[in-house]
């Protein structure tokens, strides 16, 4: 399903990689895609670690655009092989989408970040015996510290749970 389809709209990449000029986005559900005609670039929304609106531009661009951080990135080349960092040719980590008209950037970055709210990435979250030794670890840190205090190890299970 697409979520956004945006015409006008040139990609960078840093280090650059392709030379893209003024192509075709499309905001899908299962992943990002730019196309200029001649060439097709779809991104997986877990390889788009963050994404963000910089309107003023930064140092490659004076242009509005949505910076995009990315990681495991692969390309393939003109005969389908898979290129990879190992080949000795360094991939990118960083995107640029850079629309003609710089008033849709609201509407693109709101089309990604629900389509990415799509695929959150369960496996880089810790797991919950992990969290649990981080907080002994904390409580007995704070014991040691504040050990005339009396702190008993489960004194605050049942305090209500605040979210922010």
Known sequence: MVAKLETAVTIKFNPPVHSG????????????????????LSFDY?????HAIARLGDTHSSAPMIYCQMQDMHFEDENGNIVSEEEGIELPNEMRL?????SML?????AMCECASLHS???????MGEDAERMEALFESAMEEHGSKKLKLGQ?????????
């Not at 000029?21 to 097709?40: H, I, R």
């Not at 850079?98 to 710089?102: A, N, W």
């Not at 605050?156 to 922010?164: K, S």
């Open 46 to 50: 877990r390889s788009i670690i963050v």
């Open 156 to 164: 605050f299970d049942d305090a209500d749970e605040i979210v922010l």
């Open 106 to 110: 609201d509407e693109i970055y709101q």
């Open 21 to 40: 000029g003024l192509g075709t986005l499309l905001v899908g559900t299962e992943e990002l895609v730019w196309t200029d005609g001649t060439a097709s």
């Open 98 to 102: 850079i629309p003609e008209d710089p």
């Open 121 to 127: 990435d369960f496996m880089d979250e810790p797991e």
